[in-house]
T-cell receptor, first 111, second 117 residues
Framework: DAKTTQPTSMDCAEGRAANLPCNHS???????VYWYRQIHSQGPQYIIHGLKNNETNEMASLIITEDRKSSTLILPHATLRDTAVYYCIVRENQGAQKLVFGQGTRLTINP | KAGVTQTPRYLIKTRGQQVTLSCSPI?????VSWYQQTPGQGLQFLFE???????NKGNFPGRFSGRQFSNSRSEMNVSTLELGDSALYLCASRSGLVLAGVGETQYFGPGTRLLVL
């Protein structure tokens, strides 16, 4: 699996958009970008995933650059409950289905 | 649909004992994966089971084992517990229907927190 690079920590004001970057410069053509988050001591929660097109769901938007070497997770109106560690993972769709977690970004939403 | 459930949620054991953790996947899901999370090593893949067969294994000693039943429920066992086995053990399930091409998402349970004294 390709490796990802994320900032260790970020802060965002409540009500503002939180933009979390992720670099995955060695991603291959059949690897998807997945985002999960983990609120303290809970299991990781799936947020969104994509291959090359931008994606949006009720939780967030995922913007993937044209060369697919980086992506940004956008939480449009961050709330205090969005404080968590956010993991960006690249993974193939077939074969080994294990998720390889990095250290993630610790996002703190401030009131 | 109910999510992934794990029992027990908390467990305290002593060194040398063995422990069995249980995971019930989302209804209809046939694949179950196990992960270990520690402050030092982060989240690490243990193994995956699909249709009662281990399909993939992480880099853990043989003291860590698992199995899956015909109803897709899974158990993992750790024998001869060591202090370093203290961790949050997470189970994740996916449908297992994907053969190729479409992303298949894993959904995690709340975890079992194991403390080894």
């Amino acid at each position: 699996d390709a490796k990802t690079t994320q900032p260790t920590s970020m802060d965002c004001a409540e009500g503002r958009a939180a933009n979390l970057p992720c670099n995955h410069s060695t991603i291959s053509g059949n690897e998807y970008v997945y985002w999960y988050r983990q609120i303290h001591s809970q299991g990781p929660q799936y947020i969104i995933h994509g291959l090359k097109n931008n994606e949006t769901n009720e939780m967030a938007s995922l913007i993937i650059t044209e060369d697919r070497k980086s992506s940004t997770l956008i939480l449009p109106h961050a709330t205090l409950r969005d404080t968590a560690v956010y993991y960006c993972i690249v993974r193939e769709n077939q074969g080994a289905q294990k998720l390889v977690f990095g250290q993630g970004t610790r996002l703190t939403i401030n009131p | 649909k109910a999510g992934v459930t794990q029992t027990p949620r908390y467990l305290i054991k002593t060194r040398g004992q063995q422990v069995t953790l249980s995971c019930s996947p989302i209804s209809g899901h046939r694949s179950v994966s196990w992960y270990q999370q520690t402050p030092g090593q982060g989240l690490q893949f243990l193994f995956e089971y699909f249709s009662e067969t281990q399909r993939n294994k992480g880099n853990f000693p043989g003291r860590f084992s698992g199995r899956q039943f015909s109803n897709s429920r899974s158990e993992m066992n750790v024998s001869t517990l060591e202090l370093g086995d203290s961790a949050l053990y997470l189970c994740a399930s996916r449908s297992g229907l994907v053969l190729a091409g479409v992303g298949e998402t894993q959904y995690f349970g709340p975890g079992t927190r194991l403390l080894v004294l």
